[in-house]
């Protein structure tokens, strides 16, 4: 078990470990159950998924908690960089 705390700031990549940034949030439904993770985008991560960075601030994405594959040094995902590109960017209210 992974302590929620211990997430925050840990390196996400992808399962053909291309660093796509760092977790930022973990979103929580209404039975205290994470459903997704806020993934601050590193500058290759923006380019390689074809968003555009704001003049300030980042760019993040959610991807939901069945993208994890493993919790370890880092998060590693069960997808490559190629299937990140049609995850939405957030949109922090």
Not at 54 to 79: A, E, F, K, M, Q
């Amino acid at each position: 078990m992974t302590e929620i705390s211990a997430l925050d700031g840990k390196t996400v990549i992808t399962k053909d470990a291309f660093n796509v940034g760092k977790i930022s949030e973990a979103i929580i439904d209404d039975d205290w159950r994470i459903t997704h993770i806020q993934v601050k985008l590193t500058k290759e991560a923006i380019q390689e998924l074809g968003l555009k960075k704001p003049y300030l601030g980042n760019v993040t994405v959610c991807l939901p908690t069945y993208y994890v594959r493993s919790i370890g040094d880092v998060i590693t995902l069960s997808r490559n960089r190629s299937e990140l590109k049609e995850m939405p960017e957030c949109k922090i209210e």
